[in-house]
């Protein structure tokens, strides 16, 4: 390459670079600006906020950076505390929520653990129905063998209650209608769905004419009980039961009804009470050992 030409290749290459180095970067004045912009002069500002930066207990921090917000609010490092304030809410709810969140789990791996243990043996639902019912006796009864979905209705909204097989009774006292039982095998959300069927029934619990069976839950031969009953012979329905065994995932539900008035067979509601036990006590007594039972 010929000398001149060298030469200039060189000037203009220098010339490149002296002009790029005195070229000022549109990012970094940018960058300079934000940070002229976040400078904090009070040093009470700058306390205030590096103490809430730096306090572990997420329920202090949060105090600490609403205290600061509240105390400067036209701070350089607003934006940022507010950002510091969301993050720890998630991390309060994530902590407050936790064990809910663990006990649930622990939950549904039981339900999934019983569904296992089920898989492959045949239903026996008919078991709930092998009981002797003394002086009462199974009029009709019908079953579903394939999974269904039916709703409740609770305080929150309605519920899809899922099950996989079912089996309903009607039952009769001395040849008149007196309950309509249900006994249904949950799926494998079986906790949520016994909450969502508790729900529900402590909706229908709290109407001016019904009260809630007190203990709530009773403890009867191997069944935890939910009850409702009215406090006056009115309607069809006078009473209504659910009877949970957790083992198998099953619900018995029992709706209790009026005597008709054609046939009473009770007059007072102390006679319908002393009925209704009897009935309770006949069936969890005689039920109870059978489902309790190895199968």
Do not use: W
């Given at each position: 390459?010929?000398?001149?030409?060298?030469?200039?290749?060189?000037?203009?290459?220098?010339?490149?670079?002296?002009?790029?180095?005195?070229?000022?970067?549109?990012?970094?004045?940018?960058?300079?600006?934000?940070e002229?912009?976040?400078?904090?002069?009070?040093?009470a500002?700058?306390?205030?906020?590096?103490?809430?930066?730096n306090t572990?207990?997420?329920?202090?921090?949060?105090?600490?950076?609403d205290?600061?917000?509240?105390?400067?609010?036209?701070?350089?490092?607003?934006?940022e505390?507010?950002?510091r304030?969301m993050?720890?809410?998630?991390?309060?709810?994530?902590?407050?929520?936790?064990?809910?969140?663990?006990?649930?789990?622990?939950?549904?791996?039981?339900?999934?653990?019983?569904?296992?243990?089920?898989?492959?043996?045949?239903d026996?639902?008919?078991?709930?129905?092998?009981?002797?019912f003394?002086?009462?006796?199974i009029e009709?009864?019908?079953?579903?063998?394939?999974?269904?979905?039916?709703?409740?209705?609770?305080?929150?909204?309605?519920?899809?209650i899922?099950?996989?097989?079912?089996?309903?009774?009607?039952?009769?006292?001395?040849?008149?209608?007196?309950?309509?039982f249900?006994?249904?095998?949950?799926?494998?959300s079986?906790?949520?769905?016994?909450?969502?069927?508790?729900?529900?029934?402590?909706?229908?619990g709290?109407?001016?004419?019904?009260?809630?069976?007190?203990?709530w839950?009773?403890k009867?031969?191997?069944?935890?009980?939910?009850?409702i009953?009215?406090?006056?012979?009115?309607?069809?329905?006078?009473s209504?039961?659910?009877l949970?065994?957790?083992a198998?995932m099953?619900v018995?539900?029992?709706?209790?009804?009026?005597?008709?008035?054609?046939?009473p067979?009770f007059?007072?509601?102390?006679?319908?009470?002393v009925?209704?036990d009897?009935?309770l006590k006949?069936?969890?007594?005689?039920?109870?050992?059978i489902?309790?039972?190895?199968?």
């Open positions: 390459m010929p000398p001149r030409v060298f030469l200039a290749l060189l000037l203009a290459l220098g010339g490149a670079m002296m002009a790029s180095a005195q070229l000022p970067s549109t990012d970094n004045e940018q960058n300079n600006q934000q002229e912009q976040k400078v904090m002069t009070d040093p500002e700058y306390e205030a906020y590096m103490t809430a930066l572990v207990d997420p329920a202090a921090r949060y105090a600490a950076l205290s600061f917000l509240k105390q400067f609010p036209d701070s350089a490092m607003r934006d505390a507010l950002e304030v993050d720890t809410l998630v991390q309060l709810d994530n902590q407050r929520t936790a064990p809910l969140r663990q006990q649930l789990r622990a939950r549904q791996a039981r339900a999934e653990a019983i569904a296992r243990a089920l898989a492959g043996r045949p026996n639902l008919s078991r709930y129905t092998q009981c002797g003394g002086e009462f006796s009709e009864s019908s079953e579903r063998d394939r999974p269904f979905i039916h709703t409740v209705s609770t305080a929150e909204g309605n519920r899809e899922e099950a996989f097989h079912g089996i309903i009774l009607h039952v009769a006292y001395q040849g008149t209608p007196f309950a309509n249900k006994a249904e095998r949950l799926g494998n079986f906790y949520k769905d016994k909450q969502a069927l508790i729900d529900s029934l402590q909706t229908l709290a109407e001016p004419d019904t009260g809630a069976v007190r203990p839950p009773l009867m031969d191997g069944f935890e009980v939910y009850g009953n009215r406090k006056k012979l009115a309607g069809d329905v006078l209504i039961y659910l949970f065994h957790d198998d099953t018995v539900t029992l709706y209790l009804l009026n005597t008709p008035r054609e046939t067979k007059h007072t509601l102390h006679e319908y009470r009925l209704r009897l009935f006949t069936y969890t007594t005689c039920t109870g050992p489902i309790g039972a190895p199968r």
